[in-house]
């Protein structure tokens, strides 16, 4: 597998605190890689370094098998990044935005390149309203879309779900899916929202206190033994009901809450439970796995001073 972005020994002090520590990581060509840690855990700075805002105190970054401080200017026109919140110019349109940070970046696309982009990322029914209109959530994939402008191989996403609502986090997921699956982009992207990342990483790290703590493959590290899925259905009692009829309970746990249900099992997928809601007349309006990479974190890192 091809390296995109590869750290060696990297290391940030402020004063007689140590940021990042001695941190090892690699990314491959093409897939959606999750940064994972709480926060102050260093995530910020190793993205300062990565898209040279401050520079390390040792170790190396190499970026498309190239070492980032003897290449700079040639190998970040290849990157693209968010780093903390994007900032635009509230009282011009997305469109007049996008074309100016254009002219910043010395590229010229076209008003059919810019429009595209703004229908990627979900905005081309706003793109002549003034962003000081935007939601945080439309800013947001503003924001992802000012970081596509000039076609970039790796996109480094830096926390770009904070402060959003349910339906403005699930945007963005899908979003950052599309990214790697249709337009073939490696996505780094950091967050202290453990569930979010698992939902779309291939790979992560997980880092604390500025050190890795650990590294792979999501489905290899999570424990696969029991799951535990979190239903948002149409009809709860009829849902209910069904799951007695067919002596579910027999094997698995359930529970209700509300208008969602909480399942329990070893031995049926979400998607063969989806089924049996959706051929039984409920509508299904969300469904994902609550054991989550922050438990996986809590585990992992208890005990740790």
Known sequence: MEIV?????????????????????????????????????????????????????????????????????????????????????????????????????????????????????????????KVKTFSHGMKQRLGIAQALLHDPDLIILDEPTTGLDPQGM????????SLSKEKGKTVFISSHLLYEVELIANRMIIINRGKKVVEGYVK???????????????????AKNILISLNFELNHDFEVNGNEMLISTKRISASQLNKIFVENGIEVFEFYRKRTLEEYFLEITRGQK
Not at 170 to 177: A, D, F, H, P, T
């Open 220 to 238: 290899e590290l999570l424990n696969e033994e029991k799951a535990t899925y979190n239903f948002r259905l149409s009809n709860i009692e009829r």
């Open 5 to 129: 972005l590869e750290t060696k020994s990297l290391t940030k002090k402020f004063k007689n605190i140590t940021a990042v520590d001695n941190l090892d990581l690699v990314v491959y060509k093409g897939e959606v890689f999750g940064f994972l840690g709480p926060n102050g855990a260093g995530k910020s700075t190793t993205i300062r370094m990565l898209t040279s805002l401050i520079y390390p105190d040792q170790g190396e970054i190499y970026l498309f098998n190239k070492k980032l401080t003897a290449n700079s200017k040639s190998i970040l026109r290849k990157v693209g990044a968010i780093v903390e919140s994007p900032d635009f110019y509230l009282y011009l349109t997305a469109f007049k935005n996008l074309e100016f940070l254009s002219q910043l970046y010395g590229i010229n696309p076209t008003r059919k390149q810019i429009m595209e982009i703004l229908d990627f990322v979900g905005l081309s029914n706003r793109w002549n309203s």
């Open 170 to 177: 699930k945007e963005i997921r899908e979003l950052v899916i």
